[in-house]
């Protein structure tokens, strides 16, 4: 298999307490965007150095800002059952857990798109738990194809993603043709005998058969695909070690690694304690390995959920984190509930209870430009093709457009006085910057989306 212990091991071993010079000269050659070898991975990791942990952050904060810009893309999950037959001892969801289990109708799942869609998102990360009676294949194509087909009076979700438990090559084909973005999996913990620990008595305990799933969803056709770990469930040393060994198996197999990883740290949920985990990850362990991994695989996009505060959120996003959810509810039917102040079982505790509306203007004030664009998926530019354009620096001319665009959409459907305002100062001050070869066209579009245009892209 080819997540190799030993070598994850012997590379910690030998990274121990590397010399100062040797990590500054690691970083400094990290600036050319090529990445990070194992061995160099290890020795950052392990570095308790306050010098090179503040160069650590601002050699990522670099990488990231000529990659990305300034540009967050925005979006939120949609939980459409919470059946599983799993027993996984940090969810809320588990299977041990007594409480009335639901999944949403047809009229059900058209309420929280229509909310979702109020609040502004277009891209969605679409969430059920693993129930093969009681959210098969059938129920998770349909529910994809209401989501799409649900329509309110200022457009629809553009692009789904995916996160749903590890399957066949002939479900992920059944998926892809429902026109998905990227599918999700977490690994949740690479450690072998960890895994069996947290999955016990559950269809999720296969390690090989999840571990595989990216493979069979490749050969399916889905060419962007989305790793990460559980944070806290054993060593993140350890952790992020492997998750490079999954995406170097992934560029050998497939010619292109994850299109991205999340980073979600353990969080309190129903039916467990944080006391029964004794590798969970303090927030100066979390920030450092969230920049050594953008370090790492400088054109993969880091996801932060709402798991995390405001204050780590809005520190992350400058030195590794390019997504991140807004308004985020983890309950079956959460957004109406919301809505209405009902409660709701939900799979973790959110800690960054923002609505959108406050999360774009807090990242406009910051200098951030919130993105809402889905047109790679819809153009074509997905697995090897938007990483060679990544790779040349030329998705600039693609995305810095296509984030003004969605955002001038957003500010004239959703927004109040005070984000037009910061959204017309913004617009005119990243226009200024543009390529000349799309700066024309991309104010061409504004202005027809001004007039009531919608949905314009380059």
């Given at each position: 298999?080819?997540?190799?212990?030993?070598?994850?091991?012997?590379?910690?071993?030998?990274?121990?307490?590397?010399?100062?010079?040797?990590?500054?000269?690691?970083?400094?050659?990290?600036?050319?965007?090529?990445?990070?070898?194992?061995?160099?991975?290890?020795?950052?990791?392990?570095?308790?150095?306050?010098?090179?942990?503040e160069?650590?952050?601002?050699?990522?904060?670099?990488?990231?800002?000529?990659?990305?810009g300034?540009?967050?893309?925005?979006?939120?999950?949609?939980?459409?059952?919470?059946?599983?037959?799993?027993?996984?001892?940090?969810?809320?969801?588990?299977?041990?857990?007594?409480?009335?289990?639901r999944?949403?109708?047809?009229?059900?799942?058209?309420?929280?798109?229509?909310?979702?869609?109020?609040?502004?998102?277009?891209?969605?990360?679409?969430?059920?738990?693993?129930?093969?009676?009681?959210?098969?294949?059938?129920?998770?194509?349909?529910?994809?194809?209401?989501?799409?087909?649900?329509?309110?009076?200022?457009?629809?979700?553009?692009?789904?993603?995916?996160?749903?438990?590890?399957?066949?090559?002939?479900?992920?084909?059944?998926?892809?043709?429902?026109?998905?973005?990227?599918?999700i999996?977490?690994?949740?913990?690479?450690?072998?005998?960890?895994?069996?620990?947290?999955?016990?008595?559950?269809?999720?305990?296969?390690?090989?058969?999840?571990?595989?799933s990216f493979?069979?969803?490749?050969?399916?056709?889905?060419?962007?695909?989305?790793?990460?770990?559980?944070?806290?469930?054993?060593?993140?040393?350890?952790?992020?070690?492997?998750?490079?060994?999954?995406n170097?198996?992934?560029?050998?197999?497939?010619?292109?690694?994850?299109?991205?990883?999340?980073?979600?740290?353990?969080?309190?949920?129903?039916?467990?304690?944080?006391?029964?985990?004794?590798?969970?990850?303090?927030?100066?362990?979390?920030?450092k390995?969230?920049?050594?991994?953008?370090?790492?695989?400088?054109?993969?996009?880091?996801?932060?959920?709402?798991?995390?505060?405001?204050?780590?959120?809005?520190?992350?996003?400058?030195?590794?984190?390019?997504?991140?959810?807004?308004?985020?509810?983890?309950?079956?039917?959460?957004?109406?509930?919301?809505?209405?102040?009902?409660?709701?079982?939900?799979?973790?505790?959110?800690?960054?209870?923002?609505?959108?509306?406050?999360?774009?203007?807090?990242?406009l004030?910051?200098?951030?430009v919130?993105?809402?664009?889905?047109?790679?998926?819809?153009?074509?530019?997905?697995?090897?093709?938007?990483?060679?354009?990544?790779?040349?620096?030329?998705?600039?001319?693609?995305?810095?457009?296509?984030?003004?665009?969605?955002?001038?959409?957003?500010?004239?459907?959703?927004?109040?006085?005070?984000?037009?305002?910061?959204?017309?100062?913004?617009?005119?001050?990243?226009?200024?910057?543009?390529?000349?070869?799309?700066?024309?066209?991309?104010?061409?579009?504004?202005?027809?989306?001004?007039?009531?245009?919608?949905?314009?892209?380059?």
């Open positions: 298999m080819f997540i190799n212990d030993k070598e994850i091991i012997d590379a910690l071993e030998k990274g121990k307490n590397a010399k100062k010079e040797d990590l500054i000269k690691i970083l400094d050659d990290a600036k050319s965007k090529k990445g990070l070898e194992l061995y160099d991975i290890a020795k950052l990791l392990q570095s308790e150095d306050e010098e090179i942990i160069k650590i952050y601002s050699v990522a904060g670099e990488i990231k800002s000529s990659i990305y300034n540009r967050v893309v925005i979006f939120a999950p949609l939980y459409v059952s919470d059946y599983c037959v799993n027993n996984c001892t940090y969810c809320g969801y588990a299977r041990k857990n007594d409480f009335k289990r999944r949403l109708t047809d009229e059900q799942i058209q309420e929280e798109v229509m909310l979702l869609e109020k609040m502004g998102h277009k891209r969605i990360a679409f969430e059920a738990g693993e129930d093969p009676t009681n959210c098969d294949m059938d129920y998770i194509c349909h529910a994809i194809d209401t989501i799409y087909n649900t329509k309110n009076e200022n457009g629809n979700i553009r692009r789904i993603n995916v996160n749903i438990a590890a399957t066949t090559v002939e479900n992920y084909k059944r998926i892809y043709e429902k026109g998905i973005g990227t599918y999996l977490f690994q949740e913990t690479y450690h072998k005998d960890t895994f069996k620990s947290v999955h016990p008595n559950s269809i999720k305990g296969n390690y090989d058969y999840h571990l595989t493979d069979r969803a490749m050969e399916a056709g889905i060419d962007d695909v989305g790793g990460g770990v559980l944070f806290g469930l054993y060593d993140y040393k350890y952790e992020v070690l492997a998750l490079m060994q999954h170097k198996h992934l560029e050998d197999l497939f010619n292109v690694g994850f299109h991205t990883i999340s980073v979600p740290r353990l969080k309190k949920a129903e039916g467990m304690s944080l006391e029964q985990f004794p590798y969970i990850v303090n927030d100066n362990e979390f920030k390995l969230v920049a050594i991994l953008r370090i790492a695989v400088p054109f993969t996009g880091l996801i932060l959920s709402t798991r995390e505060s405001i204050e780590m959120r809005e520190e992350l996003i400058n030195y590794g984190v390019s997504q991140v959810s807004a308004g985020s509810c983890t309950g079956v039917g959460a957004y109406k509930e919301e809505e209405f102040n009902e409660t709701n079982v939900n799979q973790f505790e959110v800690s960054d209870n923002r609505k959108p509306l406050d999360v774009i203007k807090d990242l004030k910051k200098g951030f919130p993105s809402y664009c889905t047109a790679c998926y819809r153009s074509g530019r997905t697995g090897d093709r938007f990483m060679s354009l990544a790779k040349s620096g030329q998705i600039h001319k693609i995305c810095s457009p296509n984030a003004l665009m969605t955002l001038l959409e957003y500010s004239m459907d959703y927004g109040d006085d005070e984000l037009k305002d910061l959204v017309e100062n913004v617009i005119k001050k990243e226009c200024d910057i543009l390529d000349i070869s799309v700066k024309d066209k991309t104010t061409n579009k504004l202005e027809l989306i001004k007039e009531g245009k919608r949905d314009l892209y380059v």
